[in-house]
């Protein structure tokens, strides 16, 4: 059973373009979750789905930043017009059942990188 | 919101050694989990312990749900166990994981 897939595993960016971050979760699993860590700092929640419903956003920036996962394919995270303070680890977890009584299994994570 | 505290934030130990993390949170939770968050930056699971206790090798944990509290042990302690360690809880009601500030971790051989 291959764990979560995310992709790419570096990118790098110039202010003002699109970052995307995909992330495919565990075989079984429909639940997704998306954090961002800043260097030197712990994980921080952004977004919480299950396939074509977003269930909780409160952790996500209310501008430029926007997640989806279709009925078919890989979470999306993506990011428009990118600034230097983007520059983050993005993390993807998974898990079959929702985080109140389940594990979490986390992707390798996306470096974003903002010239 | 849900604090989560952990202690101690860096140390340092020589190979063999053994050690005690702590994690404290300030309400209820659903799920706490310990993470290990490798050099290279990847997070490794190591025990999903909402409470009681569990052992896996040189790791074990305890969570004591009514005190607020979550311990793990990591004994004889090799390079490889160099990183940092994370707690996660999840606080009711809630969807998503609270991670603490995490404690770095250098063994030195």
């Known amino acids: 059973n291959a764990g979560v897939m995310q992709n790419p595993r570096h990118l790098v960016r110039r202010r003002g373009q699109e970052a995307r971050l995909r992330c495919s979760p565990m075989k079984g699993h429909s639940h997704v979750y998306w954090y961002r860590q800043l260097p030197e700092e712990g994980l921080k929640f952004m977004v919480y789905l299950q396939k074509e419903n977003i269930i909780d956003e409160s952790g996500m920036p209310k501008e430029r930043f926007s997640a989806e996962f279709p009925k078919e394919g890989p979470s999306i995270l993506r990011i428009q017009q990118v600034v230097r303070g983007d520059s983050a680890a993005y993390f993807c977890?998974?898990?079959?059942?929702?985080?109140?009584?389940?594990?979490?299994?986390f992707g390798p994570g996306t470096r974003l990188t903002v010239l | 919101g849900i604090q989560v505290e952990q202690s101690p934030p860096d140390l340092i130990l020589q190979e063999g050694a053994n050690s005690t993390l702590r994690c404290n949170f300030s309400d209820s939770v659903n799920n706490l989990q310990w993470f290990h968050q490798n050099p290279w930056g990847q997070l490794i699971n190591l025990f999903y312990?909402?409470?009681g206790t569990k052992q896996n090798g040189r790791l074990s944990a305890t969570t004591v749900a009514t005190e607020r509290y979550s311990l793990l042990y990591i004994s004889s302690s090799q390079t490889t166990d160099s990183g940092v360690y994370f707690c996660?809880?999840?606080?009711?009601?809630?969807?998503?994981?609270?991670f603490g500030a995490g404690t770095r971790l250098t063994v030195k051989p």
């Open positions: 996660a809880v999840s606080p009711y009601n809630n969807n998503d994981m609270r």
């Open positions: 977890a998974s898990s079959p059942r929702g985080v109140r009584t389940d594990t979490q299994y």
């Open positions: 312990i909402p409470s």
